[in-house]
């Protein structure tokens, strides 16, 4: 027995829907409902290049990892790091004159002389300008790290793909 209950076993969307190519159409709109949706999220999942924190560079001399006391930052596009860490993988005799703020560093006849917070420093007695300052953070003396290397007679050299910096003493 037929009847035009919606709720029959044919069904109202069968009844209304019964050629093969009608069928093709809402399975086509259907799947495109789909899909669109599904793109459509895809721009707010994604999140923007400059949301993603870069990481600390890592520093490596004469070809050793160095653990510092604290982890390198990055300011003004200069990489500054703990002060004594990287004097001892130097090598270097290091001082600091609290009152003054002052450090002073000796490895062989380089000296170089910087003062936190101050954009001058001296390398042999020579006055030279720097792009960042020594700075105070946390009670870590930080350091920029290529003026460092380069005044106490080394090559300092940034791999960005690796986010490497090698400093390799000069040998004689």
């Given at each position: 027995m037929k009847t035009d209950s919606?709720?029959?076993?044919e069904?109202?969307?069968?009844?209304?829907?019964?050629?093969?190519?009608q069928k093709k159409v809402i399975g086509a709109l259907l799947a495109g409902l789909l899909l669109t949706g599904a793109v459509a999220g895809l721009p707010a999942q994604a999140k923007p290049a400059e949301a993603k924190k870069k990481e600390a560079p890592g520093v490596l001399v004469n070809g050793f990892k160095q653990t510092?006391?604290?982890?390198?930052?990055?300011?003004?596009?200069?990489?500054?790091?703990?002060?004594?860490?990287?004097?001892?993988a130097m090598d270097a005799n290091v001082?600091?004159?609290?009152?003054?703020?002052?450090?002073?560093?000796t490895k062989g006849t380089n000296t170089i002389t910087l003062q936190v917070n101050k954009t001058k420093a001296k390398v042999n007695d020579m006055e030279v300008e720097l792009s960042v300052p020594a700075q105070n953070m946390s009670g870590i003396t930080m350091v920029p790290l290529r003026f460092i290397a380069e005044a106490l007679g080394a090559y300092c050299v940034y791999y960005p793909d690796q986010n490497i910096i090698l400093?390799?003493?000069k040998t004689e």
């Open positions: 919606p709720y029959s076993k069904g109202i969307v069968m009844k209304k829907f019964n050629s093969f190519k510092l006391p604290r982890e390198p930052i990055v300011t003004e596009g200069r990489t500054l790091v703990p002060l004594r860490g990287i004097f001892e001082e600091w004159d609290q009152y003054e703020q002052t450090i002073k560093a400093i390799n003493e």
